[in-house]
């Protein structure tokens, strides 16, 4: 059985401009609820108008600290998502965006808190599950060939800081250049799996192993 998400919200007597976002802003809230905060900015008093699940400390009709808005906000009229930290050390990330009246002149600004800390807890103990925390044992990889091949483009992948599905063609010579020099080419199905390593078909792989091989023939003949 579902319950009521108990959403506390505080607003002032709201300038027409704000009465059609406020239903927006609550849904925001209970959606994102008890994790996000909702805030709504008067530009014209540099006031908060409008609070939905606000964090200890906020209130309806404290200073927005906010400077007068750029020029470029007309083009980018939703900034974010930006990092901010909490006096308690909790990361947030957050969005803002500049809400028109009807005349589509900016009259307000709506921002959205969300609190990080429930994420990145997460993602910590995702980290943590099953991680490796022993060295390979040799004897059981020693002679796996595939294994050497997808350890090879992870390695080199993760020394460049290259993402293995945006490779380069430079970057696949070097890999398959690197593999050659390792001897992984001997076995007759090693091109295939260089190719899934590498996401490239076999011919690919056939012709960078020939362009290398090819320059590093080159390199060897006497001037």
Known sequence: MSSAVHLTQRFT???T???PVQTTCSAIAVLLHPHAEVVLHDLATNTVVG??????????GE???LEELPESWRER???GPYRK???DGRELSSVSAVVHDADGRARGLLCINLDRTPLLDVAALLARVAAPVQARPPELFER???????LAVDEHCR?????RDRLARDDRCAIVAHLDDRGLFATRSAAEHAARALGVSRATVYALLKEVRNERNAARVPA
Do not use: K, T, Y
């Open 13 to 15: 007597a709201p300038p």
């Open 144 to 150: 796996d060939w595939r294994e050497h091949i997808a």
């Open 77 to 79: 009229p939703v900034q």
């Open 159 to 163: 020394e460049q800081g290259l993402h």
């Open 63 to 65: 200073s927005s600290l």
């Open 85 to 87: 930290v909490m006096a």
């Open 51 to 60: 609070l939905w699940n606000p964090w200890p400390g906020r209130a309806v």
């Open 17 to 19: 401009w704000a009465v």
